[in-house]
């Protein structure tokens, strides 16, 4: 058993590693971070809510570029990298497909809650930047830009004097840039007042749900992709299926209740709207508005939800990468 477990851990940490070192990551995760910490200067009208327009900008760009990345992940661990080293594993079976295949989608859970982690330090961090409409502190926002290039600078430095990897170092140092930055900034506000200690951790409390939540989604992209990964290893195959899972979600119950009331009450209609997972179950942004934060219990809820969905998939993905030729 213990040998199992340490077997799972070692791949899991592999997966890791092996992902965080495509360069696509990192510049992913780059411009998110950089277009979500500075979206108080990207906002030219507010039209008095300021903090909703930024607040939803960033959630779009967590889950549509969170998307984008859980599928890139997926065809990193499960595409390319199974034409290499590790066919080998499956070939001489030292490992047993099902761990293998559990054990790529851990990883790619992990790197999409560390890509979680640093967008919502980059949104503590906006908040900082345009605490109220019109008003923007261009030193925190110049701060940012410094942080995120001090991160990339000192992980080119590592990089060519001891040889770590620069994507891998990079991707961990920005957020840990940003939290010094933002822990600069809060201990100027102490002396001079101008945004109270107090408002950053309210709104960082109440964001963390919210992001929470879209990890949840990308957690059931990434199980999806998985799956259709485990028979095809086509990029555009992997592309349409993301597409149609996320499209079908978002737009089959609103057209079949335009359609008519009886058509999405029908037991047909109930069947086809199960059939896809309910992308709006993910989305947050409506339960924050006028300072309220979202119930714990709801999100409890969603976590089992995605759960189910991701087990579905999973099982599915498992049973046929079983079937799948290696090499």
């Known amino acids: 058993m213990d040998v199992s477990i340490g077997l799972f851990r070692a791949l899991v940490y592999q997966t890791v590693r092996e992902a965080l070192r495509q360069p696509v990551i ?14 108080p200067l990207m906002t030219a009208f507010h039209f008095w809510e300021g903090e909703r327009l930024i607040r939803d900008g960033i959630l779009a760009l967590h889950f549509t570029l969170g998307a984008y990345l859980a599928a890139t992940v997926s065809q990193l661990v499960m595409g390319v990298d199974l034409q290499g080293r590790a066919a080998g594993l499956l070939l001489c079976k030292p490992v047993p497909r099902w761990t293998f295949f559990l054990a790529r989608y851990t990883g790619s859970l992990v790197v999409l ?4 982690l640093g967008l919502w330090v980059a949104a503590v961090l906006s908040v900082r930047i345009g605490p109220t409409d019109y008003v923007v502190d261009e030193e925190a926002g110049l701060g940012v830009l410094l942080a995120v ?19 891998e170092w990079a991707f961990f140092l920005m957020p840990a840039a940003l939290l010094l930055v933002l822990g600069g900034l809060v201990l100027r506000d102490g002396r001079s007042g101008l945004v109270p200690v107090s408002m950053i951790g309210s709104v960082g409390a109440r964001m963390a749900p919210a992001f929470a939540l879209i990890f949840l989604g990308l957690a059931v992209i990434a199980a999806a992709s998985h799956a259709l990964l485990a028979r095809v290893t086509s990029v555009p195959w992997l592309t349409g299926g993301v597409i149609v899972l ?55 809820w969603v976590t089992l939800y995605a759960a189910a969905w991701s087990a579905f998939f999973l099982a599915v993905g498992a049973v046929s990468f079983e079937r799948r030729e290696i090499g």
């Open 246 to 300: 996320i499209v079908a979600g978002l737009s089959l119950e609103p057209l079949l209740t335009s359609l008519g009331r009886g058509v999405s009450e029908h037991l047909l209609g109930k069947a086809l709207i199960r059939l896809v997972p309910s992308w709006s179950l993910f989305w947050p942004a409506d339960a924050l508005e006028g300072g309220r934060s979202l119930p714990l219990a709801y999100v409890g």
């Open 113 to 116: 809650a560390l890509f979680t």
């Open 26 to 39: 990192l510049l992913t995760t780059t411009v998110a971070i950089l277009f979500a910490a500075l979206m």
């Open 149 to 167: 290039g001090a991160a990339h600078a000192i992980s080119a430095g590592l990089n060519y004097r001891r040889g770590t990897p620069y994507a």
